[in-house]
């Protein structure tokens, strides 16, 4: 089993910047692909950004040039700091995992970019 505790949600006004944490625990040897997807309500849950353990990156086109996904494979840690957020950026975003073609999610945290 694999957990993901993620961190760094809250509200900020548009233009602000936030990262978020998500660090992974349990019983695995290696973690292939780690990302963030965002669901906000009323809205199915859309991928924002993913990184193989190679460091290899993949964005959603809303979010190209804002943020940057990053990852600390020591730690199991994934990480996205995200620029020049926008009131339509206001979702809860959910860390997920791929460990030996198994998906793990994280219990989501609110971000919220109002002022």
């Known amino acids: 089993q694999v957990q993901l505790v993620e961190s760094g949600g809250g509200l900020v006004q548009p233009g602000g910047s936030l990262r978020l944490s998500c660090a992974a625990s349990g019983s695995f040897w290696s973690i292939n692909a780690m990302g963030w997807y965002r669901q906000a309500p009323g809205k199915q849950r859309d991928l924002v950004a993913s990184i193989t353990k190679g460091g290899r990156t993949n964005y959603a086109d809303s979010v190209k040039g804002r943020w940057t996904i990053s990852r600390d494979n020591a730690k199991n840690t994934v990480y996205l700091q995200m620029n020049s957020l926008k009131p339509e950026d206001t979702a809860v975003y959910f860390c997920?995992?791929?460990?030996?073609?198994?998906?793990?999610w994280g219990q989501g945290t609110q971000v919220t970019v109002s002022s």
């Open positions: 997920y995992c791929s460990v030996l073609g198994n998906d793990y």
